[in-house]
């Protein structure tokens, strides 16, 4: 809220000490100042126009007065004459020592103390109370601009020593006067209710509406009268208006009636199209940027569109401040309209120089490299907003801004300054924790995203949980070189023991020592890619002989080494991966707008003890679905496949490691159900069962037997919910619309609450339920057919993203649409790290 500043013109009175009350003309032989207290001496002379020697007339003195009187220091002024000596007693403004807000809901402090700044009423300058009037009208005026037309607003002083004065405003805001009725008169072509439905302005709503306001507004109002004009004038008719406007208030000043009385016209058609003006040699793509034809309905809107494509188009080659205007010729007798554009470029810009603010941690080379507005060439808008999208999707960058400042005195020179917002890039952890993945867990490390400014990627991290310890080491650079090509490397070692109720896993060991270096570059502004090697050392030990799942027992008799006499399984593995990543996303955290793509693959070389490969992909979108993108749509869909290749030296054929399968299930990929439980159950064979001759009762015998299966049970945790094992195929999508934080007026850059759907499946491509075709029929049916991609589950809930001081937490309330009966689901969940 801005209040305009008003200007009152002061009369000034004069009090002459002389019988005649008037002033004899004299030369001036001394000037006395009396009365100053704040005022020094100094600077009062300095407002008085008369010096010693100068003759005293009329003229002058009342100069001498207004001078004064303009300087704002003083209430009072008499003057005197002494001889020749001229005496001037004052009586100076008193100062302002405090000021107070008492009552103020609608109008917020800060845009007070900004109104208060323009009529220069300050704590330390001197009051002047014919502002403070002025101020009280504009505060009242205001307060009826937003429908409160039984507002007050009282300035009140206290007197204070010194010469000082306390100023208070008190308000009565009282209550804002409700739309009872908008009445439209004079529309034959739309009727009320979808002229209505383009109106802000809301009236006689429904209970279930009650986050809706109906509060009467004038700048409302005028936005939607505008809304009424452009949606006529985007419909063709050009001679649409708004005739009369009537806003009546009820006694009480609490209901509005309001009434519009319409002209909708005719509708008109394009003649012609004709331009003008200087288009600095792009006459012909100038030209094919309007999509105007002749023939076409009239539409303000695309004519409006016009405009913006061509002074953005110009705007790429230099030219940051083109006009480009349409002067319509309207023929009322034929009802078409002649459109001439008049194209003016005006200077080409240069860009002298590119500065930040507010970067206090990050390095200006950090940002600078981003950016692809350069100095000493032309301002291109392209460059300046392709510049802004490569900063805001730093991940320790909040917000982004940019303007362009002119020179004084130079016409084709500006200055381009950044306005940065950082954001905490990394975290310090040490302590104790519960998490709903991990359960009790002890931390201690450091992860930096930008570490000392540099834009670097450091992390330190020692970690115990219920079922893993993990100490890890990684580093990025970015820019390793100045081209944009990144190095990368990784060093960790971790124990994991699975099987228990958090890992949701069969039960075994697995000792990992792994490295990894990583080196990629970017393909254009958009698109990247890397490749890495890695090696790793994997330790696969407690495999149980007995209760082994039928999946690990296949696993081990693949890979199991007679020689081990620890009963482990032991790989050295070599793996190559290569990643495509492209992303147009508005910020790195929290993005509304654009879309992500990722493509990975990753090998174990010939020559691993495991030998695999693993693709895949994932594509991500963001639409906004308001202009302020506080409302925003998002989709997300990811694909997995990996499989083994080759045969091993015993002639067996290499499959997927068991820690490579993917598992779904958990509040990082599919909400409502338990960490890791979608996809394909472990199961173990029971029972060896063969039929024997008839007995004396003729029924056939049975007895036990080795390679005969006749009995599966379902490798069961609790009850009837079942450990998954993964598979080597997923696919997973997620539909999911972000709202804003209710009975807020500014989007948060911290919190961010959303209603989503969670569909996806894990699948083995390996099985063959048909390997299991000897089962009887009841033992058969506890067998699911885990090769089968549409065994899908579904889920839906809210999500609330918090980005905290430890990092990003998702909050997750889920309830599954479709499940299986051994399936475990989870209603609440949350994630530490990861945003979606």
Do not use: C
């Not at 695309?302 to 006009?323: D, K």
């Not at 896993?505 to 990894?516: F, H, M």
């Not at 430890?806 to 949350?830: C, E, H, N, Q, R």
Request: proline share 4%; no cysteine.
């Amino acid at each position: 809220m801005r209040i305009k500043k008003s200007i009152l013109a002061s009369a000034v009175a004069l009090v002459l000490s002389s019988p005649a009350y008037a002033l004899d003309e004299f030369v001036i032989e001394d000037i006395q100042v009396n009365g100053l207290q704040r005022v020094s001496l100094g600077s009062s002379l300095t407002y008085i126009p008369v010096q010693i020697g100068d003759k005293l007339t009329d003229f002058r003195l009342t100069q001498t007065i207004k001078s004064l009187y303009s300087s704002g220091h003083f209430d009072d002024i008499e003057v005197y004459q002494e001889g020749k000596t001229l005496i001037i007693k004052v009586s100076e403004r008193p100062t302002i020592a405090e000021i107070e807000f008492d009552g103020n809901k609608d109008v917020k402090e800060e845009q007070l103390q900004e109104n208060l700044q323009d009529q220069n009423i300050r704590i330390g300058e001197p009051l002047d109370k014919t502002t403070l009037t002025l101020l009280e009208k504009g505060l009242e005026d205001f307060y009826q601009s937003i429908g409160k037309y039984n507002a007050s607003v009282t300035a009140k002083i206290s007197h204070l020593p010194r010469n000082r004065v306390k100023l208070t405003f008190e308000f009565t805001e009282g209550k804002a006067a409700k739309v009872k009725q908008i009445n439209i008169v004079g529309n034959t072509l739309f009727d009320d209710a979808k002229l209505l439905s383009l109106f802000e302005s809301k009236y006689d709503l429904p209970w279930w509406q009650f986050m809706s306001n109906d509060r009467y507004q004038k700048q409302t109002f005028s936005g939607d009268i505008e809304k009424l004009e452009s949606f006529y004038k985007d419909q063709g008719y050009v001679r649409f208006a708004v005739d009369s406007t009537q806003v009546s208030l009820t006694p009480d000043k609490e209901q509005v009636y309001v009434t519009l009385n319409l002209e909708e016209g005719e509708k008109y058609k394009v003649n012609e199209v004709n331009f003008i003006g200087d288009m600095v040699g792009l006459d012909n793509v100038i030209k094919a940027l309007v999509p105007i034809r002749q023939g076409d309905y009239y539409s303000a809107a695309t004519i409006t569109y016009s405009e913006e494509t061509i002074s953005n188009y110009l705007g790429a080659f230099g030219y940051a401040y083109p006009e480009v205007k349409t002067i319509p010729d309207v023929n009322d007798e034929t009802k078409e309209v002649s459109l001439t554009m008049s194209v003016t470029p005006g200077s080409r810009i240069n860009v002298r120089r590119i500065s930040f603010v507010g970067n206090a941690i990050t390095d200006d080379e950090v940002l600078r490299r981003e950016l692809r507005q350069f100095e000493g060439s032309w301002l291109s808008n392209r460059a300046l907003e392709g510049s802004k999208a490569r900063l805001a999707r730093l991940p320790y960058i909040e917000n982004v801004e940019f303007e362009t400042v002119k020179l004084p005195g130079e016409s084709d020179l500006v200055d381009v300054i950044f306005t940065i917002k950082e954001r905490p890039s990394g975290s310090f952890t040490a302590g104790v924790g519960y998490g709903d993945l991990t359960g009790l867990s002890l931390q201690l490390g450091v992860q930096q995203e930008n570490f000392l400014g540099t834009g670097n990627s450091v992390g330190v991290s020692v970690n115990t949980y219920s079922y893993s310890k993990n100490i890890s080491l990684s580093f990025t650079d970015p820019y390793f070189t100045v081209d944009g090509v990144s190095l990368g490397g990784s060093v960790s070692y971790s124990e994991l023991n699975y099987g228990n109720r958090f890992s949701n896993s069969e039960d075994y060991d697995l000792t990992r020592i792994s490295s990894r270096l990583t080196l990629g570059y970017p393909l254009d502004e958009i698109s990247r890619i890397s490749y890495g090697i890695g090696y790793l050392h994997n330790e696969m030990s407690n495999i149980s002989s007995q209760n082994t799942s039928e999946q690990m027992s296949k696993f081990y008799a693949i890979y199991e080494d007679p020689d081990n006499k620890q009963n482990q399984l032991v790989f050295d593995n070599y793996e190559f991966n290569i990643n495509w990543m492209q992303s147009t996303l508005n910020r790195g955290l929290f993005p509304s707008a654009g879309a992500s793509q990722n493509l990975g693959f990753k090998i174990a070389v010939p020559g691993s003890d495991a030998q695999f490969f693993k693709i895949t992909a994932e594509d991500r979108r963001y639409f906004p679905l308001s202009r302020d993108h506080r409302w925003v749509f998002m989709t997300k869909a990811s694909f997995g496949y990996a499989n083994g290749y080759g045969t091993t030296d015993e002639g067996h054929d290499h499959v997927l490691p068991i820690w490579e399968m993917f598992r779904a299930g958990g509040s990082s990929t599919m909400r409502g159900f338990e960490n890791n439980v979608v996809g394909p159950k472990l199961f173990y064979l029971t029972g060896y069962e063969k039929q024997g001759p008839p007995g004396p009762d003729g029924e056939p015998t049975t007895t036990n037997g080795s390679n005969d299966i006749n009995t599966v049970n379902k490798y069961a945790r609790s009850g009837t919910n079942a450990i998954s094992n993964g598979g080597n195929a997923q696919a997973l999508a997620t539909l999911e619309l972000i709202f804003p934080i209710p009975f807020t007026d500014e989007p948060s850059s911290s919190v961010r609450p959303s209603f989503f759907l969670d569909v996806g499946n894990v699948w083995d491509t390996e099985f063959d339920i048909d390997r299991y075709s000897n089962l009887s029929v009841a033992e058969l049916a506890k067998l699911d057919d885990y090769s089968d991609p549409s065994r899908y589950r579904a889920s839906a809930g809210m999500s609330i993203q918090w980005i905290s001081p430890m990092g990003p937490i998702v909050f997750s309330f889920a309830k599954p649409l479709k499940k299986f009966d051994d399936d475990d689901t989870k209603f609440f969940s949350f994630n530490i790290g990861q945003t979606f």
